[in-house]
C-alpha cells in the first residue's frame, strides 16, 4: 500500500540554525501538507500546498518557514532559524484532491524536531 | 469559528468493554469528519470518515455517525482490546481554507487484559 515517508526520523539541531525537514507524498497525489504537534498539544495545520503554490497558511507559518516541491517526488518545509518553541513533531500529508470523499490526508510517520 | 472538541482522557478500559468517545464540532461550512488514531511512536492513520449529514463511518468494528444536528461525531466501539490502545483525534477539513484539517485535542485510550 503507498504511503507517505518522512525523513529524517529525528533532528536535532542548534537555536538559530535553518532545518530542512523531507517528504515523499504519495505518488498520485496532487495535494501536500504540514503539521506540527508540540508535545501534550493538539496537531495543528501549518502549511496547505498546490500546482506549487501554498493553498493556504496558518498564523504559524511565518517567514520562518518555507515549503518546495523542488522534484517531481520530494516536498519540503524549511526553518530559516529555528527556535526553542519550534521543537515538535512535524507530519507531512498528501491528498489526491480535495473534494468531498477523495480528500483524505495520508500521514508520514512524523519528523521530531528538538532544538537546544 | 472552527472547532473540534473531544471528551478528556486518559480513557482506561478492561478488554471487550464498550468504547465511546465523545466529538463536537464548530464549523462555518459543510466539513467532512474524520477519526484518526495514533499509536505509540507511530505517525496518523485514518481510522474512518464520513462525508455528509447522517453518514455512518466504520472500520475495524469502530463506527461514527454524522449528526449535524447535534454537531456530533462520537466514536464507538463495541468490544475493545489491547491492541485497540491509542491516542484517537476527531478532526474535521475546511474546503474553503485549502483542506486545513482542524483536530481535537486527542483521547488517549488504554486497554487492560
Known amino acids: 500500500e503507498p504511503e507517505v515517508t518522512q525523513t529524517p526520523s529525528h533532528q536535532v539541531t542548534q537555536m538559530g540554525q535553518e532545518v530542512i525537514l523531507r517528504c515523499v507524498p504519495i505518488?498520485?497525489?496532487?495535494?501536500f501538507y504540514w503539521y506540527r504537534q508540540i508535545l501534550g498539544q493538539k496537531v495543528e495545520f501549518l502549511v496547505s500546498?498546490?500546482?506549487?503554490?501554498?493553498?493556504?497558511k496558518s498564523e504559524i507559518f511565518d517567514d520562518q518557514f518555507s515549503v518546495e516541491r523542488p522534484d517531481g517526488s520530494n516536498f519540503t518545509l524549511k526553518i530559516r532559524s529555528t527556535k526553542l518553541e519550534d521543537s515538535a513533531m512535524y507530519f507531512c500529508?498528501?491528498?489526491?484532491?480535495?473534494?468531498?470523499?477523495?480528500?483524505?490526508?495520508?500521514f508520514g510517520p512524523g519528523t521530531r524536531l528538538t532544538v537546544l | 469559528g472552527n472547532s473540534v472538541t473531544q471528551m478528556e482522557g486518559p480513557v482506561t478500559l478492561s478488554e471487550e468493554a464498550f468504547l465511546t468517545i465523545n466529538c463536537t464540532y464548530t464549523?462555518?461550512?459543510?466539513?467532512?469528519l474524520f477519526w484518526y488514531v495514533q499509536y505509540p511512536g507511530e505517525g496518523l492513520q485514518l481510522l474512518l470518515k464520513?462525508?455528509?449529514?447522517?453518514d455512518k463511518g466504520s472500520n475495524k468494528g469502530f463506527e461514527a455517525t454524522y449528526r449535524k444536528e447535534t454537531t456530533s461525531f462520537h466514536l464507538e466501539k463495541g468490544s475493545v482490546q489491547v491492541s485497540d490502545s491509542a491516542v484517537y483525534f476527531c478532526?474535521?477539513?475546511?474546503?474553503?481554507?485549502?483542506?486545513?484539517?482542524?483536530f481535537g485535542q486527542g483521547t488517549e485510550l488504554s486497554v487492560k487484559p
Open positions: 500529508a498528501s491528498s489526491e484532491e480535495q473534494k468531498r470523499g477523495t480528500d483524505t490526508q495520508y
Open positions: 505518488s498520485n497525489h496532487l495535494y
Open positions: 500546498f498546490y500546482n506549487n503554490e501554498i493553498s493556504e
Open positions: 464549523a462555518t461550512g459543510y466539513p467532512s
Open positions: 464520513a462525508t455528509k449529514a447522517d
Open positions: 478532526a474535521l477539513v475546511l474546503y474553503n481554507q485549502g483542506g486545513k484539517l482542524i
